[in-house]
């Protein structure tokens, strides 16, 4: 099986006709219980050392939080993150006759990817493409 960075570098340039509607959500990701299982525990717990952030005060970790919104309407894209980026599009390009259609009007995935590094800057799922949802 291929991975996504294959594919990915195994793409090319292709004009399309995309028919996508308006969407976006907002996620909240308690991250304690991932961290530990990757085996960052100490910083959880009173043995922890942040002693370079504060020598006064014993310090440790108690809730790592991550937010994540992404919109997409006719103006662009925005995406923040616990580090906030937005990124934006100028105007749609004119239809292309030769192009094949895309229209998504059934769930999808979408990925928004640096088109220099081709790293993964967001990805998520459309499982239901209409409007907003919030969680």
């Not at 004009?15 to 909240?28: Q, R, T, Y």
């Not at 970790?61 to 997409?72: A, P, R």
Request: proline share 4%.
């Amino acid at each position: 099986a291929k991975t996504l960075d294959e594919i990915l570098y195994s793409l090319e340039p292709t004009g399309i006709n995309a028919h996508i509607p308006k969407f976006c959500f907002s996620k909240k990701l308690l991250l304690n219980d991932v961290l530990k299982k990757l085996g960052i525990k100490q910083a959880f717990s009173y043995k922890a050392n942040f002693s370079k952030i504060d020598k006064m005060r014993d310090l440790f970790l108690n809730k790592v939080l991550h937010e994540t919104y992404f919109s997409f309407h006719e103006n662009g894209v925005t995406a923040a993150s616990a580090t906030t980026s937005n990124i934006g599009i100028t105007s749609a390009p004119p239809i292309v006759e030769d192009a094949k259609d895309f229209i998504a009007d059934h769930p999808f995935l979408f990925f928004i990817v640096d088109y220099h590094s081709r790293a993964i800057l967001f990805m998520g799922r459309v499982s239901h493409p209409a409007g907003c949802h919030e969680d």
